[in-house]
């Protein structure tokens, strides 16, 4: 199933019990549809495997890889560049409070050709030294059909300016929340592409921070800057080729996000 249909799902589970009770909780609530960048810490990758492969990746290098161009080369794919999808609810006649469901399809790529220090044993030999990661003689690891960070927002707005019908036009919004991740890893090994299923294999907390921009009175824009960190415990348990590799690692990000948006009043 497609990070997007996921989200979806869940969506139209929660969307109707939730608007159930809007009149005793929500004021209104907001789509958002937008695209992102990131930028990752370094990280430890630890490896296992059903032979008594063992061993750890020192500090790995890891990029992202936006693909925006696909926007516009294939326009009818709106979900392969890494994008952003959110629903939120207002907890306040003022909009000024407000839970988000929010899902970040993020990509997370090994950098190759980098030099590693690898600790542990492969097929029973005993490493401690560094190697270089190359897919045809050693491995290549991401996260590219997603990354997929799915979580609870709680969200505080707040107006800066508002325009000569007293309504809203700029305001400073902040976030914060936690979730979890459901990636789709593919993991090359010695020249052995692995590709797995969606699978919830983690969590995350994020703080965010920005602005939003009142186009007209429900169509806004929303650019803002967000930081966080994740921890996969079990990135590869799915593989359909090599049963039980599995794969433990965390990084911290900085993600620079731009979205769309429109409000909905109750």
Not at 158 to 179: D, E, S, V
Request: without cysteine; aromatic residues 14%.
């Amino acid at each position: 199933m497609k990070p997007l249909s996921i989200v979806i799902l869940l969506s139209l589970i929660t969307l109707p019990t939730l608007a159930q009770k809007k009149n005793k909780i929500f004021s209104g609530m907001y789509i958002q549809w937008g695209y992102n960048t990131e930028w990752y810490t370094g990280s430890n990758i630890h490896f296992t495997m059903p032979n008594g492969t063992n061993f750890t990746l020192h500090n790995v290098r890891a990029h992202d890889r936006p693909d925006l161009d696909a926007i516009y080369k294939k326009p009818k794919d709106i979900s392969i560049p890494q994008y952003n999808y959110r629903i939120g609810f207002y907890l306040n006649q003022k909009h000024s409070r407000s839970v988000e469901l929010n899902f970040d399809h993020a990509k997370y790529i090994v950098t190759d050709r980098q030099t590693v220090h690898v600790t542990g044993n492969i097929e029973g030999n005993p490493v401690n030294g560094d190697s270089i990661l190359s897919p045809e003689t050693f491995l290549h690891f991401e996260h590219t059909d997603g990354a997929n960070w799915l979580h609870f927002n709680y969200v505080h707005q707040q107006t800066l300016l508002y325009n000569r019908n007293k309504n809203p036009l700029i305001t400073f919004i902040w976030k914060a929340g936690a979730g979890i991740n459901i990636p789709r890893t593919d993991f090359t090994w010695k020249g052995d592409k692995l590709n797995n299923n969606f699978h919830v294999a983690g969590y995350n907390i994020s703080l965010e921070t920005g602005t939003r921009i009142y186009l007209l009175k429900k169509f806004f824009l929303e650019f803002t800057g967000k930081t966080g960190y994740v921890k996969y415990l079990n990135a590869l348990s799915n593989s359909n080729a090599i049963k039980g590799i599995r794969a433990r690692h965390s990084f911290g990000y900085i993600e620079l996000v731009g979205l769309i948006g429109y409000d909905i009043n109750f």
